[in-house]
T-cell receptor
Framework: TQLLEQSPQFLSIQEGENLTVYCNSS?????LQWYRQEPGEGPVLLVT?????EVKKLKRLTFQFGDARKDSSLHITAAQPGDTGLYLC???????????FGQGTILTVHP | DAGITQSPRHKVTETGTPVTLRCHQT?????MYWYRQDPGHGLRLIHY???????DKGEVSDGYSVSRSKTEDFLLTLESATSSQTSVYFC??????????????FGEGSRLTVL
């Protein structure tokens, strides 16, 4: 079983603070995706990273794929209450034909 | 938003009864998936389909069966529901296979409670 460990599981911060969520594994992934999920809804894709060392920015969100393609991070600058939600990373294994999800990080941003 | 409809959205049933969840898409995507979401476990794949009548097992397939007789419909059946199957079930679709960096589009989920 290829595990994806996300940390922290819970994050409660004040508006304006910065935060980083980590996604780690001992397995190598062909690509890694980050999804965001709001209560009562399904996850929505934020980004896909494919190349080791790749950095992608989406407004205040910065995503990085580790050089060895075993880990990833999501950094949010100046968090806002609208960023509140469940963040999920998902790693794809081409050889196994699988997409493995992490347990998720519940982010709460207080006004 | 991708056209994915799950039904029912909420269901309460008793142990031992059969349950069928339906996923309907209007996107004509080839791939369809059923996931379950439980606290501390993220999303786990139950079954998936790569075409009409073409299905395969995921990591937590025991106690579940699926059918896909049309491109747009993917049914998940619990033949005899158990309390361990209490969960939120998500249907997802993708245009290309997930290992080809295909984006998953999710439905809104079906909350199932087995008493």
């Amino acid at each position: 079983t290829q595990l994806l460990e996300q940390s922290p599981q819970f994050l409660s911060i004040q508006e304006g603070e910065n935060l980083t969520v980590y996604c780690n594994s001992s397995s190598v992934f062909s690509s890694l995706q980050w999804y965001r999920q709001e209560p009562g809804e399904g996850p929505v894709l934020l980004v896909t990273v494919v190349t080791g060392g790749e950095v992608k920015k989406l407004k205040r969100l910065t995503f990085q794929f580790g050089d060895a393609r075993k880990d990833s991070s999501l950094h949010i600058t100046a968090a806002q209450p609208g960023d509140t939600g469940l963040y999920l990373c998902a790693g794809a294994h081409t050889s196994y034909g699988k997409l493995t999800f992490g347990q998720g990080t519940i982010l709460t941003v207080h006004p | 938003d991708a056209g994915i409809t799950q039904s029912p959205r909420h269901k309460v049933t008793e142990t031992g009864t059969p349950v069928t969840l339906r996923c309907h898409q209007t996107e004509n995507h080839r791939y369809m998936y059923w996931y379950r979401q439980d606290p501390g476990h993220g999303l786990r794949l139950i079954h998936y389909s790569y075409g009409v009548k073409d299905t395969d097992k995921g990591e937590v397939s025991d106690g579940y069966s699926v059918s896909r007789s049309k491109t747009e419909d993917f049914l998940l059946t619990l033949e005899s529901a158990t309390s361990s199957q209490t969960s939120v079930y998500f249907c997802a679709i993708s245009e290309v296979g997930i290992t080809n960096t295909g984006e998953l589009f999710f439905g809104e989920g079906s909350r199932l409670t087995v008493l």
